[in-house]
């Protein structure tokens, strides 16, 4: 199977994570894409932590619990650490020898690529998709697609997908603001950030 992953903190899910899997889906024909929630960085193993973390897995499975293609991938999450992109791909790869994995990026991701962790391992254990949102930003990826695969054959392909100007940190601030966060996030999403008090400043231990 052609398998779409997925990475983020997902703290919260939100719509534009959502769209970019829908569209990764349509334009490349996957059969799959499996929504990889990171695991806890070192400074949040803490009781705290572990909250977010089980919060942040029951966000995103609570999104995608309609969509039958789209999966919950507790690969990286489970073990509760942080882990390297490099490393689950390839430990993913381990797992499921019958899959071609494709892993999933915003543009931005795609010019930081160079400092990741082992950034080399990755390319030959997936198919990079990165999303562009406009011919403007096309032809630059174009070049920065051509460099990466000649330097270091990676195999990219360039996605078109909308990216919103929506991002977790603003849903948290608005959440904090006591703003709404509703057509940000799925109704399920919203409903279960405002029943646990999730980033409401009045909730926030000091
Ligand atoms: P934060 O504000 O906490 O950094 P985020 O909204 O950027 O959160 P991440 O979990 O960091 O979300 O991102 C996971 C993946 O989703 C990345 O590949 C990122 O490029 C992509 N992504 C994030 N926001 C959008 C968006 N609005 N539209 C399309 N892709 C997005
Ligand atoms: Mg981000």
Redesign the pocket.
Known sequence: MKIGI??????PI?I??L??AQFAYEECALDEIWFLP?GNPPHKQTKEGQDALAHRVEMVRLAIDDVPYFKLCLHESRINRHSYTYKTMQELNALYPENEFYF??????LFAIEEWRNFREIFPSCIILA?VRDDKDADDMKMQTVYLEQEYNARISLLK????????????ERAEKGLSIHYMVPDSVADYIEKNHLYHAKDKKQ
């Open positions: 997925m990475g983020g903190t997902f703290d939100h534009g994570h769209l970019l990171n999933i990026l915003g543009a931005d991701s999303a997908a909308p990216q919103l100007e929506i991002s977790s940190t603003t849903i948290r």
